[in-house]
């Protein structure tokens, strides 16, 4: 996507070698004009995908995951919660996940009343990294029965292999963006 | 607003005397076409604020604020986070809220970047029910210089105080389901 490109050179920062800030319009202060062409990608890889729902991790991954589901025929989303609210009286699915950024090893948890054998579900997050994230949500849709039909990040970092960890899976892959390596401040990206 | 109280009835659950859980369509799982209409009414409400941005906290806030921002002409939306990533490296301010739900009292940040004396926000929540989360933010907006012109909650918890906290501040509330009571699970609205 190359309108993403622009905006990341434009906004975005890369720092050290593995990390790119886009706290600018996507992950603390979000640009919703741009969120929307975001959406409109995700909608146009994924109309044929077959889901029924798209699964997220909050917080960072929600708005991204709804404005993809408004151009997938208003999917419903499910995001997966770092804990457990009182109000959660049903049951959940639960695994562990690790932050690459937060440097952090958390549970996720999705209520068993929203994920189900029925689903075919549909994972939309804003980074792909070591691909905890994903792997985490397709963990909990396989406790659940369910099927994921393919996943969708904004950023890839291929040089951490989440990419190719959730390819192995067989499960298609598409990143609006991917990032071979970051050097000198200057980030670079796998050819279209 | 009418279509709030009736999926409120139809998808929503009261737990004991204090908790309204709509977590099938707003809190987990989100109704994205529901989501529209929620975006819809605070555009409607809010269009005379004279907002530049809006501000919510991670990570149910997200997806309404969102939504209002797309009614109001694209503002910016800035998310309060939880805990500092590591990668922001420019300073925040930084406030404590006591989450009703989970029972806990976090900190909660924004960055220097995204708010500052130039800003008249607007702030969009799922619930209003003893007022920590919006007076948190009120209090970055002070700190930032800033100035706060109107809140907005999806759900107002009426008997917990937080709306009569905000309007003693003197800004403007706009609660679209106004709740004065949950009693044998039944929920008691404010007549409009």
Same mark, same amino acid.
């Given at each position: ?13 890369? !720092? ?7 706290? =600018? ?30 699964? #997220? !991790? ?39 996940? #690790?932050?690459?950024?937060?440097? #952090? ?10 994920? =189900? ?43 951490? =292999?989440?990419?190719?960890? !959730? ?17 000198? =401040? ?7």
């Amino acid at each position: 996507m190359e309108a993403l490109k622009e905006k990341i050179a434009k906004e975005g920062q890369a !720092i050290g070698g593995d990390i790119v800030k886009v706290d =600018g319009f996507l992950n603390h202060r979000i640009d919703v004009a741009f969120l929307e062409q975001i959406g409109q990608a995700f909608g146009s890889a994924f109309r044929d995908a077959g889901a029924n729902k798209i699964l #997220t !991790i909050e917080a960072s991954g929600i708005a991204i995951a709804c404005a993809a589901a408004r151009y997938l025929g208003d999917l419903p989303v499910v995001y997966a919660k770092k804990a457990a609210p009182n109000t959660m009286v049903d049951g959940f699915y639960e695994t562990e996940v #690790t932050s690459f950024t937060k440097r #952090t090893v958390s549970k996720v948890i999705i209520s068993r009343s929203y994920l =189900g054998p029925e689903d075919r579900a549909l994972i939309i997050d804003d980074f792909l990294a070591h691909g905890e994230s994903a792997l985490g949500l397709m963990d909990l849709v396989e406790q659940a029965g369910g099927r994921v039909v393919g996943a969708g990040a904004v950023i890839e970092k291929e040089f951490q =292999g989440g990419g190719a960890r !959730i390819r192995e899976k067989g499960v298609p892959l598409v990143s609006l963006a991917v990032i071979t390596s970051i050097q000198d =401040g200057k980030i670079y990206y796998r050819e279209d």
